[in-house]
């Protein structure tokens, strides 16, 4: 069976201990590949790398050290279906959506990175008859990348590309549940002669993660995933004041007013609702929808849901493709038995789907609607990350404020009006980091990223990211 090795200092080695985890492919249900664990002989030999390159890779010109980021782009590029097919067997995502999705933004992520660092200016403060301040912004030096298992590739190079643009030398990890494009990557750097240390891939799980978090010569870490690692990441952080980005859970709202263009709002509703079998961290999962509408439009919804097809992340015109793993699939089973204790009705879903062939033994579970839950149930709370979302009536713009801004996640949000002064008075007021009206997931790789509350600390994207992965140092000169 194939083994995914850590890449540390350019090199693919054994692990001092062996120790091993499987990797499932989750619409078969079968193992198809292990995992080597990084333990801490791994995480100091990567850690000792990094340092070691950081004076050459920190002092190389914008443009030799945008250059590799450019050779990195086309080194995925050149393997773009080895990618697409690779992303879509290790997280069960249909295929179509990792090549329309997860490997363009993974390449774009390279090559806006690449640019952005070129263009990343620093402030100067003149002081009338005293002087002038400028800013010098230098890389922290070796840092940490931690990323989740929902866009696998995508969000591991969201954090790999400023950081390295920025100076700095990095020790990644992806998810233990999807490491395999990670590997690829890896095997890209090695094939372009990235510098010895830049870049230091390694695997495991939370133990793995816990040692990146701790060790006292990584001075800053970005990560994505959930609100309780986020939490005792924060909590080891504090201790050796080291800087953090934390992009962690949501429950988002999707609220609908009797004025909304009911057609397209119910179109991009299947999508934000279900995209990536509902495992992405900004998928309305909460429905508010205004009293006049809501009839109709729940039998449009559920119309359209009921026939998205669920299978075989290979098929062409599968929308719904697997569970990331047997331990996720309970998690949301277990919230849609939940959901229905607590009064709650299934529209259309509700149980596992086994679709024939292939995928008969994978993890699949037809996509969910369930509505007649209070706004303040477990269900309607918690996040469930996957295909389930709940809907809700509701009167007014004060009565959605309130219901939207009661969970304590606070991410993103969709607006459906066509009332403008309506759409700046809610974008407002809702408590979260990101709002889009009458669409959603529209992503500028220039604007801020992150959420507010339990949805984490700190923001990515653009210059955001660029300022997180340098330090500031002001300069005075006087007259
Ligand atoms: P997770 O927190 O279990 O794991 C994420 C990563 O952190 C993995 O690489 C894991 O090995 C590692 N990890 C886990 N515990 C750790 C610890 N204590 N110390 C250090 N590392 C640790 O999350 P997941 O289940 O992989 O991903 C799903 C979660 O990610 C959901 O909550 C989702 O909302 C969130 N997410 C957030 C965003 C965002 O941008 N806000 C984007 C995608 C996913």
Redesign the pocket.
């Known amino acids: 069976m194939e083994k995914i090795l850590n890449y540390i200092n350019n090199e693919f080695a054994e692990t001092v201990h062996g120790k091993l985890l499987d990797i499932v492919e989750p619409a078969v249900n079968k193992t198809y590949a292990q995992l080597q664990v990084a333990e801490k002989e791994e995480i100091d030999k990567a850690v000792f790398a990094a340092q070691t390159a950081f004076p050459l890779w920190s002092s190389l010109s914008l443009e030799e050290r945008c250059n590799w980021l450019w050779k990195i782009t086309e080194g995925i590029e050149a393997e773009f279906e080895t990618f697409a097919a690779a992303e879509s067997k290790d997280s069960g995502k249909p295929l179509s959506l990792a090549r329309r999705i997860d490997i363009p933004r993974s390449v774009s992520n390279f090559k806006f990175f690449a640019g952005a660092a070129q263009h990343f200016a620093s402030e100067s403060h003149y002081m009338p008859d005293a002087g002038i301040n400028y800013t010098l912004r230098k890389p922290i030096g070796v840092v940490g990348c931690?990323?989740?298992?929902?866009?696998p590739l995508y969000?591991f190079t969201w954090k790999i590309a400023p950081a390295l643009a920025a100076g700095n030398c990095v020790i990644a990890?992806?998810?233990?549940?999807t490491p395999y494009t990670a590997f690829l990557l890896a095997k890209v750097c090695q094939k372009i002669g990235l510098p010895k240390g830049v870049l230091n891939i390694v695997h495991g799980?939370?133990e793995?993660?816990?040692l990146?978090?701790a060790h006292p010569k990584i001075k800053a870490i970005s990560?994505?995933?959930?609100?309780?690692?986020g939490r005792?990441?924060a909590q080891t952080a504090a201790s050796s004041f080291k800087k953090v980005s934390l992009?962690?859970?949501?429950k988002n709202p999707n609220i609908i007013f009797d004025d909304a263009d009911l057609e397209e709002t119910v179109k991009t509703s299947v999508l934000s609702s279900f995209n990536n079998q509902g495992q992405?961290?900004l998928c309305g999962s909460r429905i508010f929808v205004q009293e006049k509408s809501y009839e109709k439009f729940i039998n449009q919804f559920v119309g359209l849901v009921s026939a998205l097809k669920v299978g075989d992340p290979n098929s062409d015109d599968t929308r719904i493709g697997a569970i990331v793993s047997k331990e996720h699939l309970e998690k949301v089973l277990s919230y849609i038995k939940l959901a229905e204790e607590e009064g709650g009705k299934i529209l259309t879903g509700g149980k596992q789907a086994q679709p024939e062939g292939r995928c008969k033994e994978g993890y699949f579970i037809a996509p969910t609607i369930i509505e007649g839950l209070s706004y303040n149930c477990r269900t309607n709370q918690e996040?469930i990350?996957g295909p389930v979302v709940t809907i809700m009536p509701f009167k007014d713009e004060e009565d959605v404020l309130m219901m939207a801004n009661s969970v304590e996640y606070g991410?993103s949000a969709t607006v459906w009006t066509n009332d403008l002064k309506r759409a700046h008075r809610i974008a407002e007021k809702l408590e979260c980091g990101i709002v889009w009206i009458n669409s959603w997931m529209m992503r500028d790789l220039r604007t801020p990223?992150?959420?507010v509350k339990s949805?984490?600390v700190g923001r990515e994207g653009g210059w955001e990211a660029m300022r997180f992965f340098t330090e500031a140092k002001n300069v005075f000169i006087k007259y």
């Open positions: 931690i990323s989740p298992w929902n866009l969000l990890k992806p998810s233990e549940v799980g939370i793995t993660g816990r990146i978090v990560f994505t995933g959930s609100t309780r690692a005792e990441i992009e962690l859970g949501g992405i961290c996040e990350f991410l990223f992150g959420g949805s984490g």
